[in-house]
Each structure stands twice: as structure tokens, then as C-alpha cells.
């Protein structure tokens, strides 16, 4: 890639974001953003590519969020710019039709913490610390934060993270549902690609139909989005995985799925 703030790689399936502004906590600019858009327009278009990583470089954060010295110079519109384009770069990751695990490798502030919540899973190091502390500095979580941290964690234990911008160790992250799984650093990436192998065992079609029930689902009422997934299973069953898996269940053996 053209811009060395974002280091892409591909092995074995599965592609590789890391934020590579160490110096700066892997704090994000627009350069960064752009960046991370081309990566995820890239993997979209690569059907060699099942899965995806987003971590941080180095060893101290995931990524502190949005790039401070940015906005304390910048207009309204183009604070509010900056957040569109996010917005817009993070709802790529849920739609991307792949499952994306962050690994959080230390902070993950802000946005920082909002590209982890925008991915399907998330495993962090046993000493991250995660938060939202925008409105210390006046600001609002304003790249998905108030919209996304409710639907992980809930409405009471989101607006406390949210109005008094305090961090959590992982732990705490762990007990609320906001990561799914707490490692020791050394076997952040171990971890993360054993959860991958996990779910890429499994029927590509049936794992992406179920991230697409749920995901559009949660912005429908119970009952559009409980008949939702049941189009959604109707339509699994048209796939020969489906078929594969039925019968192996039936002959007691493990399925051979195809992805088709």
C-alpha cells in the first residue's frame, strides 16, 4: 500500500490490518482511514481472502482514537467530515460479508474503540484498557460509539462508559460482552486465528446468512426480525451445505463443507 500508517498482508486465508502509527498510540487520521477503506475494498474483491485482523502496531495501544492535534485545529465541518468518512469506513467492516476479529494489542479509546466494536469479534490482551473519554474533551463518540456500544453492552452500562469517558481494564470488558476473549500478549495472534479457524470450519454461507440475520436484524422490530431469520434459513437451505451438513448429521460423520 501507498501509505505505510496502514500495513496490509495476506497469509493463509487470512488478510491482516494493522494501524502503524506507534509513536502516536495508532491514533487515526483521515490518511489512516482512506487507507483502511482501500484494504477492506481489496479483501472485499479477493475470494482468496475467508477472514480478516485488524490490530495495532507495537505493543502500547489497539489505536487512542481519533488523531487530537487534528481536531483541536480543525472546523465544525471538518470535525464532522472526518466522522463521516469513519462512520462510512467502519460500516464497511460489518458489511463486508467476511468475519473480522480486532485484535486489541493495548488502548483502544474512542475511535479506536469504535473500529473494534464495528468488527464481528473482538480478543484483547489481559492489559488493555478500553473507554470512551470524548466528552473529557468536549467531544462526542461521534464515529459509532453511540450507536454501537449500546447494542454490545446495553443502554445502562453504555451511557456510563459514554458520560463520564472512564476506561475499563479487559476483564471488565470481558464480564460486559465487550470483548469476547482476554489472552496474554503473546498469544494475542494465536488466539485471534484460532477463534478464525473456528468459525471458518463452519458453512461460509450459513456464517455469513447468521451475521446478516443479526446484524439487520437488530434494527427491526421482533417480529420483522424474527421472520427475518426465518428467510434467512429458508434460504440456507437451498445451498448444498445445507444438504452436506444434514446428511452428515443423519450418518454421524463431520460435514464437508463446500462453501456453496
Known amino acids: ?12 486465508g487470512i488478510a491482516r490490518i494493522t494501524l502503524n502509527r ?27 481472502v475467508h ?23 480543525a472546523s465544525a465541518l471538518e470535525v464532522r467530515d472526518l466522522a463521516r468518512l469513519a462512520v462510512s469506513v467502519y460500516g464497511k467492516i460489518e458489511t463486508l460479508g467476511k468475519v473480522v476479529v480486532a485484535a486489541i494489542n493495548g488502548y ?6 469504535e473500529l473494534a466494536a464495528a468488527c464481528t469479534l473482538r480478543v484483547a490482551v489481559s492489559g488493555a484498557r478500553l473507554g470512551h473519554p470524548e466528552v473529557r474533551i468536549g467531544a462526542v463518540a461521534g464515529w459509532g460509539g453511540t450507536t454501537r456500544l449500546p447494542r454490545l453492552i446495553g443502554k445502562g452500562r453504555a451511557v456510563e462508559l459514554l458520560l463520564t469517558g472512564g476506561m475499563i481494564s479487559a476483564g471488565e470488558a470481558l464480564h460486559m460482552g465487550l470483548v469476547n476473549r482476554v489472552v496474554e500478549p503473546a498469544r494475542l495472534m494465536l488466539e485471534c486465528e484460532g477463534l478464525l479457524k473456528e468459525v471458518l470450519a463452519q458453512s461460509p454461507p450459513a456464517v455469513r446468512m447468521t451475521w446478516e440475520a443479526m446484524h439487520r436484524g437488530l434494527d ?7 421472520r427475518l431469520g426465518a428467510d434467512y434459513f429458508g434460504l440456507a437451505a437451498s ?22
Open 51 to 73: 477472514a480478516v485482523i485488524i490490530t495495532g502496531a507495537g505493543d502500547k495501544a489497539f489505536s487512542a482514537g481519533a488523531d487530537i492535534g487534528f481536531l483541536s485545529k
Open 239 to 260: 445451498t448444498a451445505d445445507f444438504r452436506e451438513g444434514t446428511q452428515a448429521f443423519l450418518a454421524k460423520r463431520p460435514p464437508v463443507f463446500k462453501g456453496k
Open 1 to 12: 500500500m501507498k501509505s505505510d500508517q496502514v500495513l496490509y498482508r495476506r497469509k493463509n
Open 22 to 48: 506507534p509513536e502516536a498510540l495508532n491514533t487515526i487520521n483521515r490518511d489512516m482511514l482512506e487507507r483502511i477503506d482501500s484494504a477492506l475494498g481489496k479483501i472485499r474483491d479477493d475470494d482468496a
Open 220 to 226: 427491526l422490530g421482533i417480529d420483522e426480525s424474527t
Open 108 to 113: 483502544a479509546l474512542g475511535g479506536g474503540l
